[in-house]
């Protein structure tokens, strides 16, 4: 390990994080892997290679055309990657400070100033926690700027696929996909996604959003011998499910304060708008268990 990979242990889990991009780079249990390590354009990767899970702010996915309106005001921004429209924010592109350290827990800051390529100013702080049986992230962000602006924040981790992982999740309403990978349509779950009852992925792409969440989640890897919980403040009610195909050796699961796109929609669909100085948080935990033969 470099000095830029630090290891936090507790019992059996093993999670080894990098202030590059704020990110995680693997995480076990018991020599399980329950976080895929992914070659993603993220800061960490471009040094070690792959990522595991990273923070979103001041927003998650993308946005239309580079740009939002907002209390009669303009705003662009400049794409940050290959992609055309600006993609995951910034916290994922930059170094944090460590503010704190323990065997089993570290506390990221990272601080955004007013730039050219984004109206954006603010102060991010990441806690990652671990027990002998749970990962916990927080994330707080405090607007910085001198004026009223939409803030949201998320989490984009990797989980590992195999055949027969099963997803369980309480949601309402689906979004379709369409051109530059932005929600489309509103509506019901499609059959072959009916995490309510507990599924297996679909072999197809999916990138797609998700509303009405409880912020309960639940993974089952039978074939391993492992699940997990996932259960996210109420903040986030809206979740991205990200899986390139069938042979695919991970999905995503992101929780998010917001919709994709929530700039360029009327109704911003759960960003929050901050005051300068006023703060949005939330927190994840995943919790392993062992498997079980119900939910």
């Known amino acids: 390990m470099t000095g830029d990979v ?20 693997s995480a076990n249990w018991h020599g399980m892997p329950f976080l895929k390590p992914v070659a993603s354009p993220g800061l960490a990767s471009q040094v070690f290679g792959a990522e595991a899970c990273f923070p979103l702010i001041p927003f998650g996915n993308r946005i239309e ?14 794409p940050n990657t ?15 400070e460590i503010l704190k350290q323990a065997p089993d827990g570290i506390v990221f800051r990272y601080v955004h100033d007013l730039n050219e390529g ?14 002998n049986d749970s990962l916990s992230l927080s994330l707080t962000i405090t ?35 369409r ?21 297996t992925l679909p072999g197809r792409w999916l990138n797609n959003a998700f509303a009405g969440w409880d912020g309960k989640a639940r993974i089952e890897w039978p074939e391993i011998g492992m699940a997990l919980s996932l259960e996210a403040d109420a903040i986030f009610g809206h979740f991205v499910l990200y899986s ?37 948080g939330g927190r994840m935990t995943l919790r392993l268990v062992k498997p079980a033969h119900s939910r």
């Open 244 to 280: 390139p195909s069938e042979d695919g050796e991970f999905f995503c699961l992101e929780p998010m304060s917001h919709l994709p796109n929530a700039h360029a929609m009327e109704r911003f669909e759960g960003l929050v708008t901050l005051d300068p100085g006023q703060q949005l």
């Open 65 to 78: 055309n580079n740009r939002f309106h907002f209390e009669g005001q303009d705003h662009v921004l400049q």
């Open 6 to 25: 630090i290891r936090l242990e507790k019992g059996g889990l093993v999670i080894d994080v990098s202030p590059l991009g704020g990110s995680i780079l």
């Open 179 to 199: 051109e530059n990978h932005l929600p489309g349509e509103a509506g019901p779950l499609p059959t072959d996604l009916d995490f309510p009852n507990g599924t």
């Open 143 to 177: 607007n910085k700027a001198t004026r009223r602006l939409p803030y949201g924040l998320g989490f984009h981790p990797y989980f590992p696929r195999t055949p027969a992982t099963r997803l369980f999740a309480n949601v309402k309403r689906y979004w379709s996909e």
């Open 118 to 131: 984004s109206p954006f100013a603010y102060e991010a702080i990441q806690a990652i926690d671990i027990c």
């Open 82 to 96: 290959a992609d055309p429209l600006v993609l995951h924010g910034d916290g994922w592109l930059q170094g944090w």
